[in-house]
């Protein structure tokens, strides 16, 4: 649980995927790799008691559509920020959702803990609106090279406590299906922060990185996500990719762009392994449910 205290406190990141030489992981691939699990139960209305995620949720709302799953999001979530105009979506979509609520009572209801960025995007009115409640906004306008996406996800690795940053997830909301540039941006986040799991949503998709220091078991929520999916080698191609559980499975494949990248592939059952020499983005098409 983060407390107040927590958020200004900075600790120092002890990374959950350790670095590994590469002759170290080649020991470690032929004897014991470790694995790590996915699973999107943060879209379930209501997750079984067999199925509870040991993982502690942020939340980071962008300047793009919300995702109509957002208030779920915000409930699984112990901590809200909002990437500079992410919090005018905030403001004027949330409420949109809740029709036979009073706007007022609704915007009052979702707070964002923090607001951070370079602050060029936020309304006065907005502004003003959530100083007034009490978020924290912090203004970074100095800082022209990295995203406000970025200076989230900074924020968040900074100032989590320590027992809570290897279990930590951070759930980014409107990251896709926007201005092609941005997307990039977001993509470029997530390999920047490999040690951390970060996830990009929109109403259609989700998409993480799966590092090449473990094998990979993602367990299919089948009521709200697939059949689509992809596997995208990102910044260098990969001599050997191995999975279980595709439609088109891959077996010591290569992939690369320009050369072969698993795009419209599909899930089959209830899991998929994925282990790769390479960092991989991992795709699945959301279903059109909220
Ligand atoms: N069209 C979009 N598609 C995808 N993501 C977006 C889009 N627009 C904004 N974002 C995300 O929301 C964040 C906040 O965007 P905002 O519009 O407030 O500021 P910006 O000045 O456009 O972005 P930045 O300062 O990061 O370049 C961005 O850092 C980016 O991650
Ligand atoms: C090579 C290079 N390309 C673009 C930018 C511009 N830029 C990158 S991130 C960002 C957002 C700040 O909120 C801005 C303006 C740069 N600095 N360096």
Redesign the pocket.
């Known amino acids: 649980m983060w407390r107040r205290a927590d958020l200004v406190i900075p600790f120092i990141l002890k990374t959950p995927f350790p670095i590994v030489s590469p002759r170290l992981l080649m020991k470690r691939t032929l004897t014991t790799m470790d694995t790590m699990h996915h699973s999107s139960t943060f879209l379930l209305p209501t997750v079984p008691e067999n199925q509870r995620p040991s993982l502690t949720y942020a939340l980071v709302v ?3 559509n919300l995702p109509r799953f957002t208030p779920l999001l915000w409930k699984h979530a112990q901590l809200r920020l909002c ?4 919090a005018n979506r905030v403001y004027d979509e949330i409420p949109l959702l809740f029709p036979q609520e009073e706007t007022s009572v609704v915007r009052r209801r979702y707070k964002p803990d923090i607001i951070k ?2 602050l ?3 309304r006065p009115e907005v502004h003003d609106f959530y100083t007034r409640l009490g978020t924290r906004i912090v203004d970074k306008t100095h800082d022209q090279d ?5 200076k989230c996800i900074a924020c968040i690795r900074d100032f989590a406590p320590v027992s809570d940053k290897s279990n930590l997830c951070i759930l980014v909301a ?6 092609f540039d ?2 990039m ?2 993509v470029n ?1 997530i390999c920047h922060f490999s040690s951390l799991r970060v996830i990009l949503l929109s109403d259609d998709n989700l998409i993480h990185l799966l590092p090449r220091t473990h094998r990979h078991e993602i367990h299919i929520q089948a009521s709200v996500e697939g059949p689509h999916c992809g596997l995208i080698p990102i910044g260098t191609p990969s001599k050997s990719s191995t999975t279980t559980g595709l439609r088109w499975d891959l077996n010591n494949t290569e992939m690369e762009f320009g050369g072969l990248v698993s795009t419209s592939n599909m899930v089959k059952g209830e899991t998929v392994t994925v282990q790769s020499d390479c960092n991989l983005l991992w795709t699945i098409s959301l279903k059109k449910l909220w």
């Open positions: 962008l300047n793009h990437a500079d105009g992410g960025g370079d060029d995007s936020i990295s995203t406000d996406l970025h409107g990251a896709l299906g926007g201005r941005h997307e941006g977001n986040v």
